[in-house]
């Protein structure tokens, strides 16, 4: 008879679990949306992921700054940054200014993050590489106007980008500045074409250069890059920073940070973080 009840107990019990459980809702988690654009600069289509932060409203009269993310694909540096800048937003930390956030989605980022290779070995190994000057092109007269006429945005407009990411945001630093203010430029493929744009003589060093930039440089213990044995990644970085340094423009403001505990796959996260920290000192 004890058993009879103990049977009846538990399937009375079980079965309350399940009716609890068919009155559970199911909903999607939603980081943000996806836009799908076509570039008549680049001949096909592109996707960008947006993150909208808290509390935005297209109606209100707020206006927001723009970080955009190269290898912004959802399975790349989309996601964990958006982390970053959601975390930095939080009201008990307020350290960055609540920003949208625009991934570049990938199509074939050694076409797009790099200039026409000039060495035979390079042009082997990246076939389809040379592609940096239209897609240079493609975020001023495509991105940035498709971001700014959809959303609610202000002037401050922030690049990150990390290895091959990083070597075009160094192009667009040094060719076309005036795209963003402020520049994170993580583990920057600087041996590409022997350190070509290390020699590269840019208008943001000369004493009449006047737009405002800041500028985060970080890399970590990563060692030689591939082609050349004369480039190692963290003295080509530190190359840069101090070309940047040492110019005469009095309105660069630039940081160096070596994180030796990291190597190229695992930098970019920490990285960011720094970067918000050095490129936003505490209120």
Known sequence: MKKIIIIVFFLSYFSSIAQKNNNTTTKPFTLGQVEEIQS?????????????????????????????????????????????????????????????????????????????????????????????????????????????????????????GQSLGGLV??????????????????????WWNDGELLKYDSAILKEDYKEEKSIYIGVGKEGLGPIFDNHVMEVDANILFDKIKYGKSKTIKSVFDYLPDEDHATVTHPAVFNAFKLLYPKK
């Open 40 to 160: 008549n600069v680049l001949n096909e289509k592109r996707i960008l992921n947006i993150y909208l932060p808290d509390g935005y409203d297209s109606k209100n009269a707020n206006k927001y700054a723009v970080i955009y993310v190269l290898d912004g694909t959802a399975t790349e540096d989309f996601i964990h940054i958006t982390g970053l800048v959601n975390y930095f937003t939080f009201p008990w930390i307020d350290r960055i200014p609540n920003s949208i956030v625009v991934g570049i989605a990938n199509v074939d980022r050694k076409r797009d993050f790099t200039s026409p290779p000039t060495v035979k070995a390079i042009q082997d190994r990246y076939p389809t590489a040379g592609g940096s000057e239209n897609f240079i092109n493609f975020i001023e007269k495509e991105v940035q106007p498709f971001i700014e006429k959809k959303f609610n945005t202000n002037s401050d407009k922030t690049l990150i």
């Open 169 to 190: 945001a160094t192009e667009i630093l040094f060719k076309k500045p005036h795209l963003f203010n402020k520049y994170i430029i993580i583990s920057p493929s600087l």
